[in-house]
């Protein structure tokens, strides 16, 4: 009698074990199996703040998916619930539910959406050029903007000199919805801005006594005079020094902004020219940023290397070399720039 009640419970536990397997068959094959093979693209939204019950639910209202259980299934399984993104995406029914789902949770672009990527150093005439090409604005937009409520953005302070953001146009790689306005644009840029000067590097710069103005300044000109990132602090030190002892920064970035060239050094004629951003001839530091810096540049402004170096020179391969004296100087000058 036993050994008959040992053997039905086996026989049902394989049973079971069947019927199991058969079942995660089936919704393994409902997951990867596209609705139909209709591959005529639909536009699909995602509001924010929708759940992965309302997203499947109106996948399957579409006549995306065959069922939305089956999604829910599978983003659960996967643990990319809290991933999944808002926006325009174009979909058809030809895709399986793991596609569909691997889109919404990131690394490919939107529909209707512009990926770009804003370098660390780009002017905003660079910036507006670069959002022209991806057709984003048109020539003026971004440069003559005057909509933008300033006084929500503190660290812009009352120095931001009719709307000029030189500086503090974030450079990160961005996505933009080709419907996109230039003041939407700008607003993101901003914020990233905002999001990127930690609270940290805030109570830093109040504690040095400085603005946040006097840091970007400062930054935008190492972005532009250091060439690689381990020089940066040093950089920043000299300058810091020379500020220190009320002598000229002898910035030959400040001197390209104004004159709109790259030159690798400023001209005797370019020395003469008689603006607040001639360095050479104008103590402390220019009235504004010259580029938008990176993360980078700004750390290195706000926490710079203890150094007593007051003179640096980059060689052709931007490697720099720094020096205390205007003779070592002459002779760093000598022995790799000469």
Not at 37 to 48: A, C, G, H, L
């Amino acid at each position: 009698m036993i050994k008959k009640i040992i053997l039905s419970i086996i026989i049902l536990f394989f049973l079971f074990a069947i019927i199991v397997a058969a079942g995660c068959f089936y919704i393994e094959n409902k997951i990867n199996r596209p609705f139909s093979d209709n591959n005529i693209q639909k536009e699909f939204v995602i509001e924010n703040g929708q759940g992965v019950k309302k997203i499947a639910a109106n996948l399957e209202k579409e006549g995306l998916i065959t069922g939305s259980d089956y999604f829910e299934i599978y983003v659960w399984q996967k643990k990319i619930a809290s991933q999944l993104q808002a926006g325009k995406y174009s979909l058809s029914a030809s895709m399986a539910i793991p596609e569909i789902a691997d889109l919404f949770a990131g690394g490919q672009i939107k529909s209707n959406e512009v990926q770009v990527t804003i370098p660390e150093g780009f002017t905003l005439d660079e910036i507006e050029k670069r959002l022209i090409k991806k057709e984003l604005i048109k020539e003026g937009e971004l440069l003559e903007n005057k909509l933008i409520n300033f006084s929500q953005y503190s660290f812009l302070g009352d120095k931001i000199n009719g709307g000029n953001l030189e500086g503090f146009l974030f450079p990160d790689t961005y996505k933009f919805y080709q419907e996109t306005t230039a003041e939407k644009i700008i607003e993101k840029m901003l914020n990233n801005f905002d999001k990127k000067l930690s609270f940290e590097i805030r109570e830093e710069i109040k504690k040095q006594n400085k603005t946040v103005l006097e840091i970007i300044i400062l930054a935008s000109i190492i972005e532009k005079e250091a060439g690689r990132e381990e020089d940066m602090k040093k950089v920043a030190s000299v300058f810091l020094n020379r500020l220190a002892a009320n002598h000229p920064l002898q910035s030959d970035a400040t001197i390209n902004y104004v004159i709109g060239e790259g030159r690798r050094k400023a001209s005797y004629e370019d020395l003469q020219i008689d603006s607040l951003y001639n360095t050479y001839k104008y103590n402390g530091l220019p009235p504004a940023p010259i580029c938008n810096p990176g993360l980078n540049a700004i750390n290195a402004v706000v926490y710079p290397a203890s150094t007593d170096y007051f003179y640096f020179l980059t060689d052709p391969e931007g490697k720099a070399y720094f020096a205390r004296t205007f003779e070592e100087h002459q002779r760093n000058r000598v022995e790799y720039l000469d």
